[in-house]
């Protein structure tokens, strides 16, 4: 398996567990449904030890285009790479969405609320207020990638050994600073899926919520460079 492909498996299987996790709690019919915020957070903190443990050895398991971009600015990344492996997590984290919705297809048809349905897929705010989604993005994101910064080896990214450690980390993130925003930290995470939203035949579906899409993309890229400049500062 090469970088690119660990980063599409690793990526994918990041959003079919984690996506998958809250269809489960906000559509209609499932097994989960209703049982809260702690099932999601739990359960994007284990996608995320999965998907590491998964890949780690092969791509450093970055499965996050802010990782990239912050591990690129702290000197741990080739820049070079950087755009490949953005790609990829791209088309992963695609790839998980619709399978996430193939696994799901008929609670799909179950619920009404096209919200629920467009949360399977894309985060949005609890208060839609631009200024500070973006600072709880970024303020959320600077947290994840200095995690990462300071768990990974240099020049070489995640091991296998620390996808519990990530794992945790996204989880404390979850529960600590997920409840504004619902905590993309992650530009493919989120972009990706919403895209999927949008091309996928999902009956009574609506907006994809562009109006919303670009502070989890730019938000989880600044607060990453800002990780990467303070742990410069302090490496």
């Avoid at 080739?78 to 998980?96: C, E, K, R, S, T």
């Avoid at 600077?142 to 996204?170: N, Q």
């Amino acid at each position: 398996m090469t970088p690119f492909i660990a980063e599409i498996v690793g990526t994918a299987l990041l959003i079919l567990i984690g996506d998958g996790v809250v269809a489960n709690v906000v559509l209609n019919k499932t097994k989960g449904n209703s049982s809260g915020w702690i099932v999601i957070t739990v359960g994007w903190g284990l996608a995320v030890f999965v998907a590491v443990y998964a890949v780690a050895s092969v791509s450093g398991a970055h499965i996050n285009p802010a990782v990239t971009i912050g591990l690129a600015a702290a000197g741990k990344f080739a820049w070079a790479a950087v755009p490949g492996y953005i790609a990829a997590q791209m088309i992963g984290a695609f790839l998980g969405a619709t399978l996430v919705w193939l696994h799901y297809k008929p609670h799909f048809a179950e619920t009404e609320d096209k919200g629920a349905k467009l949360a399977v897929f894309a985060t949005a705010p609890a208060i839609d207020s631009t200024f500070w989604n973006f600072v709880s993005e970024c303020i959320a994101t600077f947290a994840l990638v200095f995690g990462v910064l300071s768990i990974a080896a240099p020049d070489v990214g995640l091991g296998a050994l620390d996808a519990l450690p990530v794992g945790l980390l996204v989880l404390a993130i979850g529960l600590g600073l997920g409840g504004t925003t619902g905590y993309a930290i992650n530009p493919a995470r989120d972009l990706g899926p919403r895209i999927a939203h949008f091309v996928l035949p999902i009956a009574g579906k609506g907006d994809s919520g562009w109006s919303y899409s670009w502070i989890p993309v730019v938000g989880p890229i600044a607060g990453g460079l800002i990780a990467a400049f303070v742990f410069g500062l302090l490496a």
